[in-house]
């Protein structure tokens, strides 16, 4: 929970795979004054169907309120909020360190621990790619700030519900 | 677009014979056509039964104004001053039928005018369809002569809409739009057509019947609110515990009050409310857009609830030990402040829109459906009760009006319902449509036709002709002197196709709903809000060929409103009224609803 009470949420949303489909949602959350931290989208396995992955900061009732007002769009077909203790969360972020030789030792050390990648080196940069929960990358993150992080860019978050727990596009039967 | 599940043909090709609607097709015994995406939408208009577009042509609509003028036998066209007014219009007809409107404008302007009565009709859940041209794919994002992206612009203020990109999607993306407008809660669905998809030809393949229901968009959750045959076994078998619950709720009140909206109207269960509120035996109360849905000849009725509400309304709110809210929204001009609102009561809400519910109020228990279709499943679980002292208690709080000489708005208000009780009677928005909703008494669901959730200025005499021309039959307007300003234009409309609408206008020189806060809460400090201006009122009707009066007394009212009436023709009866007169009782937004600051 932050400071003014509120908590984050992950939002799966199952929708049409249609132009627009994206704005409808986003304009959806920002219109009805949600502050999206991530937001993740891309194709599943049924090629009409998208999945909108979205953090979002809230308390139970305006996530309620939120599921509500998603449903009403005729694009969505299914939503889910996340139970934290039974989903699987990740996202993919790729952050270019200015860093000399003399340095590159401990950075690679860090690498080791957080089981990241080096994707790209030159003599002054190292360009790194690490997957994991929000906690894990951003204590990655402040590691290497000491060395001078010159870019980052993240994926958003993507999350799995785990075991035989599945979110399908069959539509919901009131 | 929705991705489709094809349709699947039916054997005996009912789908392709339609002997009566189709003269043409039948004629020529073939199964389909090639025609061009102008004249599909005009088939699929009438294969939903449209009878009358609101709308006005431009560059980008010619091909769709073409196949109108081609098929003017079988549908018909109002062209408006001013697109707003067409939208307004097409809103108008909706709620006065129940009917999906439609309106028609052509690209960028066109459709950028209709901004406003989408956003009206979206706020009080009218079934509407609004199409507008646009530009040739090709010249689509080059900022092209008349290019507006008015499928981005009226996402936040439509139920759904779309842009047709393809010529061979047209025709069941127009059957889906209107099925979406009118479907769960209604509200406006906008198309927007490429000029190239109107030239474009294919295959029209004409359908009737269930077919004409978009099998996707149909099992969406929103749409399963009014379930029938299967669908409504399993929805009864769901509802059922909370069924019990909400009869263990009644059963238990000592000081129930039913609270009713537009939801009612909507869906058609206004013989069920009324049976309602006589087996609970209990008072009842109406937002604004509710009015009408139980008469308010009936002494149950305590009035409408709210900023501008009854005494007696908003006191038993505060009183009641169960509050029973059935297709309504409690919007913040009804609740004052929320905190404080119901604060002995129970909650027990149903609606059809499950967002509504723990929106503004939080519920003890909800039941989420089609009101005629919850209350059908609740009556015949209810017995009879009595509240006899709480019935008694409730209506003695109903207020005494003073009588004086004045000439003031409740006389017109009442003078007109007493020559004519039945009219219905269509608003702007200000002081003149509180005291319409608090003065005249409506008596039947669709009478009063007003825009509650937007609060539009300039709605009423587009909405006015819409009814008008839907009902063939004279209708009251009425409006302000501000609100009057912002439609005028459209009395060459109303001139022109002699549309029987009797506009009374409440002329007190003011925007007085403004005035009226700026007198209570600004110190008196009337900043732009005095209308010492013209124009003539008598001179524009003249101009316009409209019968016309000024009165400023109760007889010269009664004499002017009876002539109107027996022309059943256009007519404009300006009355001269006070700048001071105030609308009361009144609760100051975010107030107790029970603490008047005007009685
Ligand atoms: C389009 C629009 N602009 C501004 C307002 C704000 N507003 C609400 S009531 C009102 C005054 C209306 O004046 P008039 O039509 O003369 O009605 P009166 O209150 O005097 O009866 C105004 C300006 C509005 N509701 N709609
Ligand atoms: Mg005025």
Same mark, same amino acid.
Request: include cysteine; charged fraction near 20%.
């Given at each position: 929970?932050? $400071?003014?009470?509120?908590?984050?949420?992950?939002?799966?949303?199952?929708?049409?795979?249609?132009?627009?489909?994206?704005?409808?949602?986003?304009?959806?959350?920002?219109?009805?004054?949600?502050?999206?931290?991530?937001?993740?989208?891309?194709?599943?396995?049924?090629?009409?169907?998208?999945?909108?992955?979205?953090?979002?900061?809230?308390?139970?009732?305006?996530?309620?309120?939120?599921?509500?007002? &998603?449903?009403?769009?005729?694009?969505?077909?299914?939503?889910?909020?996340?139970?934290?203790?039974?989903?699987?969360?990740?996202?993919?972020?790729?952050? $270019?360190?200015?860093?000399?030789?003399?340095?590159?030792?401990?950075?690679?050390?860090?690498?080791?621990?957080?089981?990241?990648?080096?994707? *790209?080196?030159?003599?002054?940069? &190292?360009?790194?790619?690490?997957?994991?929960?929000?906690?894990?990358?951003?204590?990655?993150?402040?590691?290497?700030?000491?060395?001078?992080?010159?870019?980052?860019?993240?994926?958003?978050?993507?999350?799995?519900?785990?075991?035989?727990?599945?979110?399908?596009?069959?539509?919901? *039967?009131? | 677009?929705?991705?489709?599940?094809?349709?699947?043909?039916?054997?005996?090709?009912?789908?392709?014979? !339609?002997?009566?609607?189709?003269?043409?097709?039948?004629?020529?015994?073939?199964?389909? +056509?090639?025609?061009?995406?102008?004249?599909?939408?005009?088939?699929?208009?009438?294969?939903?039964?449209?009878?009358?577009?609101?709308?006005?042509?431009?560059?980008?609509?010619?091909?769709?104004?073409?196949?109108?003028?081609? @098929?003017?036998?079988?549908?018909?066209?109002? +062209?408006?001053?001013?697109?707003?007014?067409?939208?307004?219009?097409?809103?108008?007809?909706?709620?006065?039928?129940?009917?999906?409107?439609?309106?028609?404008?052509?690209?960028?302007?066109?459709?950028?005018?209709?901004?406003?009565? #989408?956003?009206?009709?979206?706020?009080?859940?009218?079934?509407?369809?609004?199409?507008?041209?646009?530009?040739?794919?090709?010249?689509?994002?080059?900022?092209?002569?008349?290019?507006?992206?008015?499928?981005?612009?009226?996402?936040?203020?439509?139920?759904?809409?779309?842009?047709?990109?393809?010529?061979?999607?047209?025709?069941?993306? !127009?059957?889906?739009?209107?099925?979406?407008?009118?479907?769960?809660?209604?509200?406006?669905?906008? =198309?927007?057509?490429?000029?190239?998809?109107? !030239?474009?030809?294919?295959?029209?393949?004409?359908?009737?019947?269930?077919? +004409?229901?978009?099998?996707?968009?149909?099992?969406?959750?929103?749409?399963?609110?009014?379930?029938?045959?299967?669908?409504?076994?399993?929805?009864?078998?769901?509802?059922?515990?909370?069924?019990?619950?909400?009869?263990?709720?009644?059963?238990?009140?000592?000081?129930?009050?039913?609270?009713?909206?537009?939801?009612?109207?909507?869906?058609?269960?206004?013989?069920?409310?009324?049976?309602?509120?006589?087996?609970?035996?209990?008072? =009842?109360?109406?937002?604004?857009?509710?009015?009408?849905?139980?008469?308010?000849?009936?002494?149950? =009725?305590?009035?409408?609830?709210?900023?501008?509400?009854?005494?007696?309304?908003?006191?038993?709110?505060?009183?009641?030990?169960?509050? #029973?809210?059935?297709?309504?929204?409690?919007?913040?001009?009804?609740?004052?402040?929320?905190?404080?609102?119901?604060?002995?009561?129970?909650?027990?809400?149903?609606?059809?829109?499950?967002?509504?519910?723990?929106?503004?109020?939080?519920?003890?228990?909800? /039941?989420?459906?089609?009101?005629?279709? =919850?209350?059908? +499943?609740?009556?015949?679980?209810?017995?009879?009760?009595?509240?006899?002292?709480?019935? @008694?208690?409730?209506?003695?709080?109903?207020?005494?009006?003073?009588?004086?000489?004045?000439?003031?708005?409740?006389? #017109?208000?009442?003078?007109?319902?007493?020559?004519?009780?039945?009219?219905?009677?269509?608003?702007?928005?200000?002081?003149?449509?509180?005291?319409?909703?608090?003065?005249?008494?409506?008596?039947?669901?669709?009478?009063?036709?007003?825009?509650?959730?937007?609060?539009?200025?300039?709605?009423?005499?587009?909405?006015?002709?819409?009814?008008?021309?839907?009902?063939?039959?004279?209708?009251?307007?009425?409006?302000?002197?501000?609100?009057? @300003?912002?439609?005028?234009?459209?009395?060459?409309?109303?001139?022109?196709?002699?549309?029987?609408?009797?506009?009374?206008?409440?002329?007190?020189?003011?925007?007085?709903?403004? @005035?009226?806060?700026?007198? /209570?809460?600004?110190?008196?400090?009337?900043?732009?809000?005095?209308?010492?201006?013209?124009?003539?009122?008598?001179?524009?009707?003249?101009?316009?060929?409209?019968?016309?009066?000024?009165?400023?007394?109760?007889?010269?009212?009664?004499?002017?409103?009876?002539?109107?009436?027996?022309?059943?023709?256009?007519?404009?009866?300006?009355?001269?009224?006070?700048?001071?007169?105030?609308?009361?009782?009144?609760?100051?937004?975010?107030?107790?609803?029970?603490?008047?600051?005007?009685?």
């Amino acid at each position: 929970m932050n $400071k003014n009470g509120q908590n984050r949420y992950t939002v799966g949303v199952l929708v049409s795979n249609e132009p627009g489909v994206l704005s409808r949602v986003s304009g959806l959350f920002s219109r009805r004054g949600f502050n999206i931290e991530s937001l993740a989208v891309g194709p599943t396995q049924d090629q009409s169907v998208s999945r909108i992955t979205i953090v979002v900061l809230g308390n139970d009732s305006s996530i309620e309120q939120l599921v509500q007002q &998603l449903y009403k769009l005729i694009v969505v077909r299914k939503v889910r909020v996340y139970d934290p203790a039974n989903t699987v969360e990740r996202q993919l972020v790729m952050i $270019k360190v200015a860093a000399t030789a003399a340095e590159r030792e401990g950075l690679m050390r860090i690498v080791e621990i957080f089981k990241a990648k080096v994707v *790209d080196v030159t003599r002054e940069s &190292l360009s790194l790619t690490i997957t994991g929960d929000a906690d894990k990358v951003s204590a990655m993150i402040e590691l290497l700030e000491d060395y001078g992080i010159t870019e980052i860019v993240r994926t958003g978050t993507v999350a799995l519900q785990r075991g035989n727990q599945i979110m399908n596009s069959e539509l919901f *039967d009131l | 677009m929705v991705p489709r599940v094809i349709r699947p043909k039916r054997e005996d090709g009912c789908f392709f014979t !339609i002997p009566v609607l189709y003269g043409l097709i039948n004629e020529k015994r073939v199964s389909s +056509l090639k025609l061009c995406g102008a004249a599909i939408l005009i088939e699929c208009l009438i294969e939903q039964g449209t009878e009358t577009i609101f709308g006005f042509p431009g560059g980008a609509v010619l091909p769709i104004y073409d196949e109108l003028y081609k @098929r003017s036998d079988r549908i018909g066209h109002v +062209l408006t001053a001013h697109e707003q007014h067409a939208g307004h219009a097409a809103d108008g007809y909706a709620r006065v039928t129940g009917k999906t409107g439609v309106c028609l404008a052509t690209s960028g302007p066109g459709a950028t005018n209709l901004v406003t009565a #989408i956003a009206t009709a979206y706020m009080d859940s009218t079934p509407t369809v609004f199409i507008t041209g646009n530009v040739p794919q090709t010249l689509m994002g080059t900022d092209s002569f008349q290019e507006a992206d008015i499928s981005g612009i009226t996402m936040p203020i439509t139920k759904h809409n779309y842009m047709v990109t393809d010529v061979t999607k047209l025709a069941d993306t !127009i059957r889906e739009a209107f099925f979406i407008a009118r479907t769960g809660r209604p509200g406006p669905v906008l =198309v927007d057509i490429p000029k190239d998809v109107q !030239i474009a030809e294919t295959e029209y393949v004409p359908v009737t019947g269930d077919a +004409l229901i978009p099998p996707l968009s149909a099992s969406h959750p929103t749409m399963q609110l009014r379930p029938v045959g299967a669908a409504l076994e399993r929805y009864k078998l769901k509802i059922e515990p909370f069924a019990a619950r909400a009869v263990e709720l009644i059963q238990q009140s000592e000081r129930p009050l039913i609270y009713y909206g537009g939801g009612v109207i909507l869906s058609g269960a206004e013989r069920q409310l009324l049976e309602l509120a006589n087996l609970v035996d209990a008072p =009842v109360v109406s937002s604004l857009m509710g009015l009408g849905a139980i008469s308010e000849a009936d002494p149950r =009725v305590l009035g409408m609830l709210g900023m501008h509400g009854t005494h007696a309304a908003n006191i038993a709110m505060q009183r009641c030990d169960l509050l #029973i809210a059935v297709g309504v929204r409690f919007s913040d001009r009804a609740l004052g402040n929320a905190a404080t609102f119901a604060p002995n009561a129970k909650v027990l809400h149903i609606d059809i829109d499950r967002a509504e519910i723990n929106k503004n109020v939080t519920t003890t228990l909800h /039941l989420t459906g089609d009101a005629r279709t =919850v209350l059908d +499943l609740l009556l015949p679980r209810l017995e009879q009760k009595t509240h006899a002292t709480w019935m @008694r208690q409730a209506q003695s709080m109903a207020e005494e009006y003073l009588n004086n000489d004045l000439f003031e708005p409740r006389k #017109i208000l009442k003078t007109m319902s007493e020559i004519a009780p039945e009219i219905t009677v269509a608003t702007d928005v200000g002081q003149h449509q509180m005291w319409t909703a608090q003065h005249f008494p409506f008596i039947r669901p669709r009478q009063l036709v007003t825009s509650g959730g937007l609060g539009t200025m300039g709605f009423g005499l587009g909405a006015a002709m819409g009814a008008a021309k839907a009902l063939g039959e004279p209708v009251v307007l009425a409006t302000g002197d501000g609100s009057f @300003r912002m439609n005028l234009t459209e009395l060459s409309t109303i001139a022109y196709y002699q549309f029987p609408v009797i506009i009374v206008l409440f002329n007190n020189g003011t925007l007085g709903m403004v @005035r009226q806060w700026q007198t /209570l809460f600004f110190g008196k400090r009337y900043s732009q809000t005095t209308l010492d201006r013209g124009p003539d009122f008598m001179k524009l009707a003249d101009a316009y060929g409209i019968g016309h009066a000024r009165v400023n007394t109760v007889e010269g009212f009664r004499a002017a409103f009876s002539e109107a009436l027996s022309l059943r023709a256009p007519y404009l009866i300006e009355c001269m009224l006070d700048i001071d007169e105030m609308v009361a009782p009144m609760v100051a937004p975010g107030s107790p609803i029970d603490s008047f600051c005007l009685n």
